[in-house]
């Protein structure tokens, strides 16, 4: 992170109020981004609908 660049400083800025962390590392591949981002990587960004984000943060299973 740049804290000279003004997005960087912004996002962290954001993400302090909103009680998160700003992270150049990939998320765990339990959480519900990591389960988001493997099954783009198995089924391809066409595959993906605002129903997997909602059974991501649920923890229901991501079907294709």
């Given amino acids: 992170m740049d804290m000279n ?3 960087d400083v912004g996002a962290a800025f954001g993400a ?3 009680g998160g962390t700003v992270s ?3 998320p765990p591949p ?3 981004l990591g389960r988001v981002l493997a099954f783009v990587a198995q089924h391809g960004e066409d ?3 605002a129903d997997h984000f909602d059974a ?3 923890g229901r299973p991501l079907l294709p």
Avoid: F, H, K
Wanted: aromatic letters at 0%; zero cysteines.
């Fill in 56 to 58: 991501a943060r649920e």
């Fill in 5 to 7: 660049n003004p997005q």
């Fill in 30 to 32: 339990d959480s519900p």
């Fill in 24 to 26: 150049e590392e990939p």
């Fill in 16 to 18: 302090m109020l909103l």
């Fill in 47 to 49: 595959a993906l609908t």
